[in-house]
Nanobody, 116 residues
Framework: QLVESGGALVQSGGSLRLSCAAS????????MGWARQAPGKGVEWVAR????????FYPDSVKGRFIISKDNDKNTLTLQMNSLKPEDTAVYYC???????????RGQGTQVTVSS
C-alpha cells in the first residue's frame, strides 16, 4: 500500500513537500518514483530513485527544482518541490518503478495546484 500526503494549493514560486508511506511490500528493495498527471494529459515521471537511494533521475522539466529521497528505515518516500510553476499543477502519485522504468503500482494520489 502506498499513501501520499502533502498536496496543497500554493502560489507560483512556492514550495511543497510530498510524502508517501509504504507498507505491505519490500520497500527496501524497490526502485521508487513520483509520477504526475495533469488534467487532459498522460502520466509522466517527475523523479525516480534507486532502491538504495544512490541513483536518481529527473526530467528536464523539474531538474534543479525537485528532490526525491527514500528512507528505507521508515518506509517513506519524499518529494521536495521548490520554485513551483503553474505547469506543475497535477495529481502526484507515489509509484513503484516497474521493469524498463515503467509505471508499477501507485497510491491514490495527492493534488498539487500552483496558482499564478
Amino acid at each position: 500500500q502506498l499513501v501520499e500526503s502533502g498536496g496543497a494549493l500554493v502560489q507560483s514560486g512556492g514550495s511543497l513537500r510530498l510524502s508517501c508511506a509504504a507498507s505491505g511490500f519490500a520497500f527496501r528493495d524497490a526502485n521508487m518514483g513520483w509520477a504526475r498527471q495533469a488534467p487532459g494529459k498522460g502520466v509522466e515521471w517527475v523523479a525516480r530513485i534507486s532502491w538504495d537511494g544512490t541513483r536518481t533521475f529527473y526530467p528536464d522539466s523539474v531538474k534543479g527544482r525537485f528532490i526525491i529521497s527514500k528512507d528505507n528505515d521508515k518506509n517513506t518516500l519524499t518529494l521536495q518541490m521548490n520554485s513551483l510553476k503553474p505547469e506543475d499543477t497535477a495529481v502526484y502519485y507515489c509509484t513503484i518503478v516497474a521493469r524498463n522504468s515503467g509505471f508499477g503500482s501507485r497510491g491514490q494520489g495527492t493534488q498539487v495546484t500552483v496558482s499564478s
